[in-house]
């Protein structure tokens, strides 16, 4: 991959901020960009002391609204209560079709910006009727604790995914059909857990 240049003729007015350097025998400037505030509208779907203590449950929902796509752009998931013997929890990040989740507790997501209006997106927590699992996007192990040690002799276990900068986020497709969910494999007595999704919603 060569470098290149493409000529612009100065005129008159507003002037931009560049730094000028040589590339080959040319002359060039390179234009300074400052970043300004993100303005989408961000939410937070935060599924607070779920218990974990029945196999293959959906612990965690997220299902897109009817007309926007959702862009997943952090998720996490870390032990809240102790469990009754500790254990390795094995959870697995889906993709849901062809069914929007019912029963449970739904979880209405909290804007980051009051100002936005509400996130068409929905959430649930332990649904009775599960949406129709597809893709696996990731499998992974949070272990429980059993007692908490004595102050700074314990580093609690988690699982956090952020999105890669140089890649897209995770997208759910618009449609009320469509999700995400976090499914515990295992079945850990007393158990349970913290599990979040920060998220954006967009026409593209």
Known sequence: ?????????????????TISYTVGANTVEDEVVVPGPNYSATYNLPGNGTAIAVANDHTLCLNAGASLKVRVHRIRVEQNANATTGAAAVFQLLRTITGAPTGGTAITPASFDTSDAAAGAAGRSLPTVKGTESTILAQFVVVMRQTVAAAGAQVDDAWEWTE??????????????????????????????NTIMEFTETAF
Request: hydrophobic share 45%.
């Open 164 to 193: 890669w900068g140089h890649g897209k986020p995770l997208i759910v497709p618009a449609g009320t059909t469509n999700g995400l969910v976090i499914k515990c494999l295992s079945a850990i007595a007393g158990a349970t857990v």
């Open 1 to 17: 991959m060569a470098e290149s240049i493409v000529q612009v003729t100065e005129g008159s007015g507003k002037k931009l901020h």
